[in-house]
């Protein structure tokens, strides 16, 4: 009896030191790839010297990441009208379908649907929907909950994530009132072109914008990025200067496409990139993480 305790004693110790070893080992490999608070607080410095102030939180973590797969979710007949039916109802009362032109390089035609004053228009691999009963309001005093709370709303309508998948979502002040985009997660980073961004002024969502895509992991290893402060240096070594102060209002790492200014059809490639919005600048500006070269 005594010699089977003294084995399970042994056994016991040696999990536990195993555990520690590992335990150990992790925190050491995370915090290889940690900023650390000097770093942030001398490119914070930095940029206030150039009139340039962060007002968002750092992403610390730069641990190498694996490239992933998106291919467009294509909106055809069943999608369409799944969508139709949770905008307008299944009896699609006084909805009424037209068909426009799409202005961009493939001249597909739009199919839109309309009931009232609300339109849902399909694109290739875009909805947008408007509602123009809603008057927006340049003098607007919404309140960032009551934004998040139309965006709610406006979502339990649309059904964007309803597939037990993470989202993430930021808000952003504009003239009219407020933007909330939601994003998808893959691999605790957020899909840049897996979003529904929603445009509110003090009535409601008045316009909002939807794409989706199916992701797959992409059979390649693990690549080392640059940390943020990297990212901020080149970012300021391009950016046209003025004297008005500069803003930057949120920088968030994410996958995104690498041809960002071409239509989205087929199966591509998603990198991870430093999403950077400024004040004042309505689009925001992408810094490859693996090269830190801006998009």
Do not use: W
Not at 249 to 266: A, N, P, W
């Amino acid at each position: 009896m005594d010699g089977s305790r003294a084995l399970n004693y042994l056994l016991a110790m040696f999990l536990i030191l195993n555990i520690c070893l590992g335990i150990g080992n992790y925190q050491k490999n995370i915090g290889a790839y940690q900023l650390e608070d000097e770093r942030i607080e001398y490119i914070m410095d930095f940029l206030a010297e150039q009139n340039v102030s962060i007002n968002t939180t750092l992403p610390k973590s730069f641990q190498p990441i694996q490239e992933i797969e998106v291919t467009p979710i294509e909106y055809g007949t069943v999608e369409r009208d799944m969508l139709v039916e949770k905008v307008f109802g299944s009896d699609r009362e006084n909805v009424v379908i037209t068909q426009i032109s799409d202005e961009g390089p493939y001249e597909n035609d739009v199919r839109v649907y309309q009931q009232n004053e609300q339109t849902l228009a399909f694109k290739i691999n875009e909805v947008v929907f408007s509602d123009n009963a809603i008057e927006i309001n340049e003098a607007s005093e919404l309140t960032e909950k009551q934004a998040l709370k139309y965006a709610e709303l406006f979502n339990e309508r649309i059904g964007f994530g309803k597939n037990g998948k993470k989202l993430k979502i930021t808000y952003r002040n504009e003239s009219f009132g407020a933007s909330v985009t939601y994003y998808e997660v893959y691999n605790g980073l957020p899909i840049f072109g897996n979003y529904l961004r929603m445009e509110i002024s003090d009535g409601g969502v008045f316009r909002g914008t939807m794409q989706k895509s199916e992701v797959g992991a992409k059979e390649v290893s693990k690549q080392p990025i640059y940390a943020v402060d990297q990212a901020l240096f080149k970012l300021f070594s391009i950016i046209e200067r003025t004297d008005r102060e500069l803003i930057i209002e949120d920088i968030d790492l994410g996958y995104s496409r690498g041809q960002l200014t071409e239509r989205h059809l087929l199966k591509e490639d998603a990198i991870p990139m430093y999403k950077i919005l400024i004040e004042g600048i309505s689009e925001p500006i992408y810094v490859n993480a693996y090269t830190n070269k801006v998009k």
